[in-house]
């Protein structure tokens, strides 16, 4: 079979069986011509069409502190055909985008890069964040690629998705207007062990809500990929120190920090996954639809 040579890590595994169960209304009809693949691990990949693939896409995912870059090292495709290679920055999922259109540095326009309209004049893609992806569409068989996956550093990482249900993460942003989010594609119960937003925030301005800060940190829940369109879950906009908690019974959590540009701001966060009999406790206390909450 000419598939991606892939090694897929255990736990890159798990999370592969889990979206297919989960996002089983994804509009990707790739799980079934075979051509969707997650990949991990750094390599030099190869992908040869034995039959038409029209619809085929990669996710690359990197540790939270890495960028992704894909390098063409040889194509063979028909692009007058109608034949395309795209990466994207970031990741698209039943149309929605990570990360969103807002928090992302780049133009939409500026996160595709497509092969046949750059050709060789620009043969390595490098992604703003630790999540990228490859978009394809082969007429012939025989058509073939192969490009360079490798995981760069990133010292200043802002939108994350994590490779994992369980870990753990600091999220710094240094005296920039500029929003972060990061991401965890499970439900999970998360822990804020320390928030930090700037010496100007107060309880009292807590009081009046979130509203007013330029400063703070909310928790999103949501079904989707894209922040704008999650649903709040709790808005932070004091500092503390000590755990927080609370239990987000969606397919996507995330934490997400907006920053006036005025403050050096913190927030250190840990999370595991939900048990099944959590969530079926929660499902039996809930009221409301917005996924299931604690
Ligand atoms: C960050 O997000 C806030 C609220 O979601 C928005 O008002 C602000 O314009 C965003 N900042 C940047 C730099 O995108």
């Given amino acids: 079979m000419a598939l991606f040579k892939v090694w897929f890590s255990s736990l890159i595994a798990t999370m592969y069986i889990f979206w297919v169960s989960t996002f089983s ?4 009809p790739l799980f079934l011509s075979g051509c969707l693949d997650m990949v991990a691990v750094e390599g030099q990949f190869t ?4 039959r038409p693939q029209l619809n085929c896409a990669v996710f690359f995912i990197g540790e939270p502190s890495d960028i992704i870059s894909i390098e063409y090292d040889s194509v063979n495709i028909d692009c007058r055909g109608g034949d395309f290679i795209k990466v994207f920055d970031g990741w698209v999922m039943k149309g929605e985008k990570f990360p969103s259109t807002q928090d992302h540095p780049l133009p939409l326009y500026e996160r595709y890069s497509d092969y046949c309209e750059t050709g060789v004049t620009r043969p390595i893609v490098r992604s703003s964040q630790n999540v990228a992806m490859l978009f394809f569409r082969l007429h012939q068989s025989g058509s073939s690629f192969t490009v360079t996956f490798r995981k760069l550093i990133n010292p200043f990482p802002c939108n994350v998705v994590s490779q994992t249900p369980e870990g753990s ?11 972060c989010s990061f991401s965890i594609i499970y439900p999970v119960e998360i822990q804020i062990g320390e928030l930090s937003l700037g010496q100007h925030n ?3 301005r807590s009081i009046l809500g979130c509203a007013g800060s330029g400063d703070f ?4 829940g949501g079904n989707g990929m894209d922040t704008s369109k999650m649903f709040p879950m709790a808005d932070l906009c004091y500092s503390f120190n000590g755990p927080a908690q609370m239990k987000v019974g969606c397919d ?3 934490v997400r920090m907006v920053s006036s540009g005025k403050f050096v701001n913190r927030v250190s966060f840990q999370y595991r996954l939900l048990g099944h009999q959590e969530l079926q406790q929660m499902k039996g206390n809930s009221v409301e639809d917005v996924c299931l909450r604690a």
């Fill in 169 to 179: 993460f600091t999220m710094i942003i240094p005296q920039q207007h500029r929003n």
């Fill in 217 to 220: 940190v909310e928790l999103l």
């Fill in 252 to 254: 996507n959590t995330v």
């Fill in 47 to 50: 992908f040869t069409a034995e």
């Fill in 202 to 204: 107060d309880l009292k």
């Fill in 25 to 28: 209304c994804l509009d990707l």
